[in-house]
């Protein structure tokens, strides 16, 4: 519980100083642009490889990408409405996406701590402790992972099949530990227990598993729409068949588990980046996964900047 209390304790002070009324909007401001200089920055820090390429562009297919990624954003805001509705008695739809739009950003900057205190700070407006925003956080988090863990068990065995895939994930084992750990915190009877040693007596009623497989599965028609995110952007510069895209939505499932997992830089390549490079280098020649991983890193970033606006706006 002490440990609790201090991480309480820093989220606090991270979020008082970005709750300060006439920093906000600078401060959004300021994230928006940083976003920016770092499409900007991926861009021309990669221009000669980008020059080499025999482009074979087909543009409907990026525009396709960056709709299914708007879907996917969609479908993490709601399931975080739905956990905030249920969980922390937070009933106003458009408040909660706002400020997972408004949190979402947040994540460019170093550490998970600004994404949590992103939030902690709004739902402190309305009588939500930051503790119990950072719990919640945690929970998603936990139900991604374990959609997550669905869906990769429908593409893993064709994956395993080819031998490069099979060295390429020889250590992915190492990840079993934590999916037992998240299919543990996801028993109802676990999560209604550890919210009421946590303080949070108040939860006026218990997680059903109808809850949580709704949860589960929007998460992972999310973890799909990501997939197809993917499938699209390697078509812009790469034709694939149709018949490619299980394996892919494997590599898109594998690639963003090890990002959770691990920490993602904002400059550069990120967990998920160098993932996605070496995975899509068994599919695709290597120079075609590098720039399939840029452009994976900067429409993610044009959604999230769409995400912002909204934010702003609703």
Known sequence: MKLLARANHFVSSVSKFITESRWRHL???GLVLMSVLIIAGILMGNWETLVAFDWQITPIWLLIGLLLLLVNFALNAWVWHLLSDKLVASHNARFNIKVWCYANLLRRIP???WFVAGRAMQYE?????KL???ILSGIELALILGAGLLTGLVALPILILTPAFQETLKGSWLLIPIFVLVGLLLHPRVL????GRLGQSDLQEQPTWRDISLWVGLFVVAWVTGGLT???TINFVHSLPISEFIPILGIWVVANTVSVAGALTIGGFGLREISLTVLLSQIVPAPVALVISLLMRVIWLAAELLGALVSLLL
Request: cysteine-free.
């Open 230 to 232: 993917l499938f699209s």
């Open 192 to 195: 209604g227990k550890l919210w």
């Open 125 to 129: 407006k309305i009588g939500v402790s």
């Open 111 to 113: 550490g998970t701590v």
């Open 27 to 29: 401060f959004t401001a």
């Open 132 to 134: 119990r925003v950072s």
